[in-house]
Nanobody, 119 residues
Framework: QVQLVESGGGLVQAGGSLRLSCAAS????????MGWFRQAPGKEREFVAR????????YYADSVKGRFTISRDNAKNTVYLAMNSLKPEDTAVYYC????????????WGQGTQVTVSS
């Protein structure tokens, strides 16, 4: 089992940038495909981005494509989400999640970090 802890959230003005981090512990980090999700108040949790075990493959939601970048450092057991050109509609609690190649969904989740973008 892997444990996940997010950090890096905060309050930023529209057009600004933040970088979220998600530190993993407990199992071999490189065995896990990683994803970022977010949940805004009153809305369902939605997919943001995902990255392969090696980091060679990434995929983004259309709403963040070209503005957000997911990356990972397997030596540091950490996955990142660099967020640029932030918009008020990006305001949400951001969660990282992990799954192995055998999982159809993400069974492991962090506690979330709040991102607030002011207009």
């Amino acid at each position: 089992q892997v444990q996940l802890v997010e950090s890096g959230g905060g309050l930023v003005q529209a057009g600004g940038s933040l970088r979220l981090s998600c530190a993993a512990s407990g199992r071999t980090f490189s065995n896990y495909r990683m994803g970022w999700f977010r949940q805004a108040p009153g809305k369902e949790r939605e997919f943001v981005a995902r990255i392969s075990r090696s980091g060679s493959s990434t995929y983004y939601a259309d709403s963040v494509k070209g503005r957000f970048t997911i990356s990972r450092d397997n030596a540091k057991n950490t996955v990142y989400l660099a967020m640029n050109s932030l918009k008020p509609e990006d305001t949400a609690v951001y969660y990282c999640a992990a799954r192995t190649e055998y999982d159809s969904q993400y069974p492991y989740w962090g506690q979330g970090t709040q991102v607030t973008v002011s207009s």
